[in-house]
C-alpha cells in the first residue's frame, strides 16, 4: 500500500464523515432548501465512488448488519455490548476503505444489541 492510497484513504474518510454532517444538517433547513441540498449531497457522493474506484479502491459501511469480527472495523462501545454475537452495528462512524490486496482504512462502528 503506497502513501499516496493512505493519504487519498484519509481524505475520503473525513469527506464521507461531511456528507454525513451535511445531510444531518438537512433535517434543519427550510422545506425549499432540501431538494438541491439532496441533490448536491447525492452528486457528492456518487463523485467520492467514483475517485476511489479509479484508485481501485472502495468505501463501505456496516449499518444495520449483524456484528461479526469478519467486519474491518473496530466497535467504540464495545465494553457497553453483553454479547457481541447478539448485536448489529448500529452506525458506521468512520468508513472502512478497501484495496483489491486488503484494508487500507479500518471504520469504527457503534454496536447495538439486538
Not at 487519498?8 to 432540501?34: I, T
Amino acid at each position: 500500500m503506497t502513501e499516496y492510497h493512505q493519504s487519498l484513504a484519509a481524505l475520503a474518510v473525513q469527506y464521507w464523515k461531511l456528507c454525513v454532517a451535511f445531510e444531518r444538517e438537512l433535517g434543519f433547513v427550510s422545506p425549499d432548501r432540501v431538494q438541491p441540498g439532496e441533490a448536491q449531497l447525492r452528486f457528492s457522493r456518487r463523485r467520492l465512488d467514483a475517485i476511489l474506484e479509479g484508485e481501485g479502491l472502495r468505501l463501505a459501511t456496516y449499518d444495520g448488519q449483524s456484528w461479526t469480527s469478519d467486519i474491518p472495523a473496530s466497535p467504540v462501545n464495545a465494553e457497553d455490548i453483553s454479547d457481541a454475537e447478539a448485536a448489529i452495528v448500529d452506525m458506521t462512524i468512520e468508513p472502512t476503505i478497501i484495496r483489491a490486496n486488503g484494508i487500507v482504512h479500518p471504520g469504527k462502528v457503534t454496536l447495538r444489541e439486538i
